[in-house]
């Protein structure tokens, strides 16, 4: 049975798994941030790995490349070489982007970003990961203005059953990690719901049995269904 990680920070435990690990654009100093990619204090290797989208390992490793809304310092150098980055090979997916009312970039600088890391997805036909702290009908409003034909996948959602219907209907995917309400787990089966690790020390395959045991589904059921999920979102066979 293969486990897919939609979004992470890490390499997979386990070499069978699949992965999409996460790259910063660039990663300045954020690797100073526990949060969001491993420590360059860590092993030279890792950390290549985890910020050069060209230096994948296993035919299970993919990259995500975007900028995140904490680490916003310079709008067109960053766009630039977002664009550079997401045509290297590995990349499927644009993100982790978005909106955050809780940070110190304005809240139409990452409006900016967004629409034009939204375009990007669009042109290289590839999902969009968003990460969303307080904005939500900013958001929704976005995805009404843009029309994306590409998914946008709402990464690490602990909202509640009620925001995930929402967001559902907008036809936004939900993809759930360490910590989730149950009942918005139950409103994105079976065809809008991911699994991740992010930034968090668990295993994926945790976030599976944790997940699954909330919709009382045997594994291998719930498996079933994510590893479909992603297929679409990746267009493999």
Not at 112 to 136: D, P, Q, T
Not at 190 to 205: K, M, N, S, V
Not at 226 to 235: G, P, S, T
Request: charged share 20%; proline share 5%; glycine share 6%.
């Amino acid at each position: 049975m293969v486990y897919y990680d939609i979004h992470t920070h890490h390499l997979p435990v386990y070499p069978e798994d699949v992965a999409i690990v996460n790259c910063l654009v660039p990663a300045l100093d954020a690797g100073s941030h526990p949060g969001q990619v491993i420590s360059r204090l860590e092993k030279a290797d890792t950390a290549g790995c985890l910020c050069d989208p060209a230096s994948s390992t296993g035919t299970g490793l993919f990259h995500s490349v975007g900028i995140h809304p904490w680490y916003i310092y310079d709008v067109e150098e960053q766009l630039t070489d977002l664009k550079r980055q997401a045509m290297l090979p590995g990349v499927v997916a644009i993100g982790e982007t978005g909106l955050d009312k809780l940070v110190e970039a304005s809240l139409e600088c990452q409006q900016e970003i967004f629409k034009v890391s939204a375009a990007f997805a669009e042109n290289l036909g590839i999902f969009l990961i968003i990460h969303c702290v307080k904005a939500w009908d900013e958001l929704i409003a976005l995805k009404k203005e843009l029309k994306p034909r590409m998914p946008w996948v709402i990464h690490g959602f602990r909202g509640n059953a009620v925001l995930a219907r929402q967001l559902i209907r907008q036809g936004f995917y939900l993809s759930f990690g360490e910590h989730f309400h149950p009942e918005a787990v139950h409103e994105a089966w079976p065809g809008y719901l991911f699994a991740e690790t992010d930034d968090r020390e668990i295993d994926i395959r945790t976030v599976y049995r944790n997940l699954s045991a909330s919709l009382n589904l045997r594994l291998e059921q719930f498996a079933g269904q994510i590893a479909e999920n992603v297929r679409d979102i990746l267009h493999l066979p």
